[in-house]
């Protein structure tokens, strides 16, 4: 018997070798280039990789195995999954060429897989589990020659892939039930956020937070809960010495776990002891059909659920659903409260030709006047009044800038600017003489260092390079930001570069021009807004929760939308609070937008305001197309580029003033862009190492 | 000669693999025949309240299945599935199942969390309370026989380490 197995699985050996050896190829291909395509499957799919002598086990003989070719191929930025089994092998009598073709993967997408489980043991053969969204898993594909690694590596290069947090063998695959990670995929920062955090939630509550549960949403967890709360819940007789000594053992079991799978590696994946598998063939298998029918009548019970689900969902379809009326009606509040801004000013001869009464942009002639004969800034609300209602004209912000951003004091006289100039110019050559001294050699030993600097490289190039200013190759501005932000990354090296920050500094640069007066600005902006990239999202967070409560303060029914539509988190405006608004308007609206936001006239939180105005103008087709949250991020986002600036902050500034000492109220204190309330440590260190 | 050797490996294999001989004493097994039925009628399936039914017994029959791999496949399937439940009882039924996967794959600590919490959605299981039982049972076994396992090792350690002195 022995002899006859290992006989029959060399026949099959031969016939695997044989079968490869038709098909062409028997080893690992890959094309990184994507110059070759397949006519066969797609008409513009590139083949990626291709795997030869996968198999699979329909059953429990080796003998009975299918091999095959493994591909991944690309088309239309999807990638997708085949493996095909090889054809014209008799040695298989057993398995019909229907039963064959059954566990043939034709081309699945990845946008429909979910998960990816590898198991690779240190003896017997690896496999990986591929699992779709609907909850089914392709039968084990073997990977005889390994290789396991090579295929991770490559879906990784062209697919979101996490580690899961809770199994280092499971990949998750741009994993949809998280709405935090959804909404960072969405956003298109896919380092802005760690995975490992993402399933760290503020409390919107305030208070009490359900526990998050192993291996299940925080959904799931809570309708557990409230499922053990609401029904009758047995006493459970709680036996201490009993868990200890489950606990001690459990350490143990694992011994004998570890020997056992050595053992059973070593026995049944060889197939070397045929009695081993007739023994096993001959269990009777008793109470299966029992088992499917309770599962089928559980099953039918579900269909009559689904059936009503799906009546409910055509009823919405039907009916149109009115909208509750806005409690604040803008267009009186607006001529109430919103003064008119004037456009922004674009020849002299019309400035010459309106009257001194109406206001617009400050020009140099207005700034100079606000000067003191030594150069202080008199009246500095005055200046952030007219900042706020009407901008800066583009060769004013040079000046002004600096004061808005708390580089320059406005007490500050000519001298003392020119002195703190001098000062901080020797200062930022120091601090860039930091990195800039640091040998490859000794780059090789700092790993920090190497991975901020690869960060940079990448975001600069890819930062407003439409933009006339950072256009084209070897731009000196463009390596100018560069090192600015390497410089800024020793400034401040607790917090480091972060995805979002190269979007601050790019203004910045364009208007101050000089490089040592770009960073000390931005440093002063760092200090307001470095929490927006704290690692632990605490900054996002409680900016998150003030917008809620504004949103409940100054548009209830929306608020209640939300709330019933698990839209609550306000995940949506991540980006918009992130970069505030960099990215939904264009260059010149975005400089702008900040320095209004930048003046602190009305609330250091504007940007806040601003946010509610977004939304309040958006809010009948939010309500009236029942907007669920994937729908609402998507529309958030394709709302960029077609928001109106003027009528957005003129709307801002009546919900401001609207809100008052409530919307004040609000918002917690040290509330990002606030100065951060004083602690020992600007940043709370974290132990393990990025 | 051979039947010896094969008597010598059936009883070794006998006490490795307690799993499986343990197993086929508590839960019914499932044959490859059942497994491949399920996916033909899976891939016959058209509408979608079929094909989840076809699902669900698919991951019945796998984590019942005799192969490790297809236990592994099965408790995938059922972690995908587990999230996306609807109702209490289905929860329940996906925990239980995915608690047996883990037990007959030999992870014990994944098994007795699944089984807790399906007791909690459900405390008067007697299917659950069962397998609890077993996996507490099967602990104390594994555990007492690592600790026979760690004591030979130090007992050994230790008669190198007594030669060595002797020498």
């Known amino acids: 018997m022995s002899m006859e197995a290992t006989e029959l699985q060399d026949l099959s050996d031969d016939a695997d070798y044989a079968a490869s050896q038709q098909q062409g190829s028997a080893s690992m291909m890959r094309s990184d280039s994507g110059k070759r395509s397949l006519q066969s499957e797609h008409e513009d799919a590139v083949l990626i990789y291709l795997k030869d002598n996968v198999a699979i086990h329909p059953t429990q003989f080796a003998s009975e195995r299918i091999s095959g070719r493994l591909k991944l191929t690309k088309q239309d930025s999807v990638l997708f999954l085949s493996w095909i089994p090889y054809k014209g092998q008799t040695s298989n009598a057993k398995l019909s060429e229907k039963d064959r073709s059954l566990y043939t993967i034709t081309a ?6 979910r998960s990816i ?13 591929v699992v779709l969204s609907s909850g089914l898993a392709f039968p084990p594909l073997y990977f005889y020659n390994g290789g ?11 697919v979101f892939l996490a580690r899961s947090s ?4 499971v990949f998750i695959v741009n994993d949809f039930q998280s709405p935090l990670q959804r909404t960072l995929s969405s956003l298109e920062l896919p380092s802005s956020l760690p995975v490992a955090s993402g399933q760290s939630v503020y409390p919107l509550d305030g208070g009490s937070s359900s526990e998050n549960q192993r291996r299940t949403s925080s959904d799931v967890g809570n309708r557990v809960s409230s499922v053990s709360q609401s029904g009758f819940r047995k006493q459970k007789s ?4 009993r868990d200890l000594s489950i606990h001690l053992l459990e350490k143990f079991s694992l011994v004998t776990k570890f020997a056992r799978d050595t053992t059973t590696q070593l026995f049944s994946e060889n ?3 045929g009695s081993i598998d007739k023994r096993w063939n001959n269990q009777p298998v008793h109470s299966y059909p029992e088992k499917l029918s309770n599962i089928a009548e559980e099953k039918h019970h579900e269909i009559r659920h689904s059936y009503s689900e799906n009546d409910l969902l055509k009823d919405d379809e039907i009916s149109y659903i009115d909208v509750p009326a806005d409690p604040l009606e803008f267009d009186k509040l607006s001529l109430m409260w919103g003064k008119p801004r004037q456009p922004p000013m674009g020849h002299k001869e019309r400035r010459n030709d309106i009257s001194p009464s109406i206001k617009c942009r400050i020009s140099t002639e207005y700034f100079t006047a606000l000067l003191d004969s030594e150069g202080r800034v008199v009246e500095s609300k005055a200046l952030r009044e007219r900042v706020f209602y009407g901008g800066i004209e583009h060769q004013l912000r040079r000046e002004v800038w600096p004061f808005l951003l708390g580089y320059y004091a406005y007490d500050s006289t000519y001298a003392e600017r020119e002195y703190l100039r001098s000062v901080k110019r020797m200062e930022y050559a120091t601090l860039k003489q930091q990195w800039q001294s640091i040998s490859p050699e000794q780059a090789k030993r700092f790993t920090k260092y190497r991975e901020r600097k690869g960060l940079i490289d990448k975001d600069v190039v890819r930062t407003d390079r439409a933009f006339e200013y950072y256009e084209g190759d070897d731009n000196l501005h463009v390596n100018s930001m560069r090192d600015i932000l390497l410089t800024y990354s020793f400034y401040n090296f607790d917090l480091g570069y972060c995805q979002g920050m190269s979007d601050y500094l790019s203004p910045i640069l364009f208007v101050m021009e000089d490089e040592s007066e770009s960073f000390w600005c931005f440093v002063a902006l760092m200090e307001r807004l470095g929490p927006n990239f704290n690692r632990d999202q605490n900054g996002m967070h409680t900016q998150l929760f003030a917008l809620s409560k504004l949103v409940e303060l100054l548009d209830s029914p929306l608020h209640n939308y939300f709330k019933e539509n698990d839209c609550l988190n306000y995940f949506f405006c991540f980006r918009w609070i992130l970069i505030q608004f960099k990215r939904e308007f264009e260059y010149e609206k975005t400089m702008q937008l900040w320095e209004v936001m930048w003046t602190h006239y009305l609330s250091e939180h504007f940007h806040l305001y601003v946010c509610v105005a977004v939304l309040k103008r958006c809010r009948s087709k939010i309500m009236g197309e029942q907007m669920d949250f994937d729908t609402l991020l998507k529309f958030i986002n394709e709302l960029s580029g077609h928001i109106d600036l003027d009528s957005t902050v003129r709307d801002a500034e009546a919900l401001c003033i609207e809100a008052g000492e409530n919307g004040a109220a609000s918002i917690p204190p040290g509330t990002p862009p606030s100065l951060p309330l004083d602690d020992g440590t ?3 260190q974290e132990d393990d190492v990025l | 000669m051979d039947a010896a050797i094969g008597k010598v490996f059936d009883s070794v294999s006998d006490f490795f693999s307690g799993a499986a001989s343990a197993s086929a004493d508590e839960f019914p097994l499932c044959d490859s025949d059942i497994i491949s039925g399920c996916e033909k009628e899976l891939a016959e399936a058209q509408d979608e309240g079929r094909k989840k039914e076809c699902i669900m017994r698919l991951s019945w029959a796998l984590v019942h299945s005799k192969m490790p791999s297809d236990i592994q496949r099965g408790i995938a399937m059922l972690e995908a599935l587990v999230v996306n439940d609807t109702s209490a009882m289905k929860l329940r039924e996906k925990l239980y199942l995915l608690a047996l996967g883990y037990y007959r794959s030999g992870d014990f600590s994944r098994s007795r969390d699944c089984i807790e919490r399906c007791l909690e959605v459900e405390p008067e299981s007697g299917q659950a309370q069962a397998l609890k039982k077993a996996i507490e049972d099967r602990i104390v076994k594994d555990g007492v026989i690592g600790v026979g396992i760690a004591v030979t090792a130090v007992g050994v350690v230790a008669g190198i380490a007594a030669a060595i002195l002797r020498s």
């Open chain 1, 682 to 684: 600007l940043y709370p």
């Open chain 1, 271 to 273: 197939n070397g002891f």
């Open chain 1, 117 to 129: 489980r590898r198991h690779t043991p240190a003896l017997g053969w690896q496999y990986v589990i």
């Open chain 1, 108 to 113: 699945v997408p990845f946008t429909e897989v």
């Open chain 1, 148 to 158: 396991v690694r090579e295929f991770l590596a490559m879906v990784k290069q062209h």
């Open chain 1, 238 to 241: 709680h036996d201490p010495t």
């Open chain 1, 166 to 169: 809770e199994d280092q063998n």
